[in-house]
């Protein structure tokens, strides 16, 4: 069993629906978690970054982290076609002198006209 | 602020040729460096890291290795590629907090 599941996808919706993604984990000693975004050929650009349980909120995105359920989730609010990309979560257990992320596989988003 | 460099952008290489990947990072100083692989379905791995000139840390046997010759300049080499060697480099640097930024990526195709 992977310790981070994410669904490939590809997921379509048309434009302005609001995009529910999400990551399940199997490892309670996760403590931080990312989402990233990777537009086709490009690295990844992060998006939200968050710390144990709780909301975060930055613009049309919002960060959900369920400790408890091991699930988190990244809502993006009035979608655009230009959010059309790949979204990885990651997450880490510890501030050792180097993080080191566990990522899931991704999950592809289409936004249409 | 910060930008990660990686080059090349594309690479083509036979089969038993040598490889050296470069990623530099300006304007920060002693980052963690950082390079995964990412193959189509499987997410990133990560390959090697490291906290400081000379350091590395190596998370997966394979035939490549890592250098870190200056404190913002980060290769990955390899002595002989193989066809399993073909993928998306990424390198990655991060600050005393746990989030990591990406580089552009190294295309590597090994035939």
């Known amino acids: 069993q992977k310790e981070v599941e994410q669904d490939p996808g590809p997921l379509s919706v048309p434009e302005g629906a609001i995009v529910s993604l999400n990551c399940t984990y199997s490892n309670s000693a996760f403590q931080y978690f990312m989402w990233y975004r990777q537009y086709s050929r490009k690295g990844p650009e992060l998006l939200m970054y968050?710390?144990?349980?709780g909301n975060k909120e930055d613009g049309r995105f919002t960060a959900q982290v369920d400790k408890s359920s091991k699930y988190i989730s990244l809502f993006i609010r009035d979608s655009q076609p230009s959010d059309s990309a790949t979204y990885l979560c990651?997450?880490?257990?510890?501030?050792?002198?180097?993080?080191?992320?566990?990522f899931g596989t991704g999950t592809r988003l289409q936004v249409t006209l | 602020s910060q930008t990660i460099h990686q080059w090349p952008a594309t690479l083509v290489q036979p089969v038993g040729s040598p490889l050296s990947l470069e990623c530099t990072v300006e304007?920060?100083?002693?980052?963690?460096l950082y390079w995964y692989r990412q193959a189509a379905g499987r997410g990133l791995q990560l390959l090697f890291y490291?906290?400081?000139?000379?350091?590395i840390s190596s998370e997966v046997p394979q035939n490549l290795s890592a250098s870190r010759p200056q404190d913002r300049q980060f290769i990955l080499s390899s002595k002989k590629l193989l066809l399993s060697d073909s993928g998306f480099y990424l390198c990655?640097?991060?600050?005393?907090?746990?989030?990591?930024?990406f580089g552009p990526g190294t295309r590597l195709l090994v035939l």
């Open positions: 990651a997450m880490s257990k510890d501030t050792g002198t180097a993080s080191k992320l566990t």
């Open positions: 304007g920060t100083s002693n980052p963690n």
């Open positions: 490291s906290v400081g000139i000379g350091q």
């Open positions: 968050t710390y144990s349980s």
């Open positions: 990655a640097w991060s600050p005393e907090t746990e989030t990591q930024y």
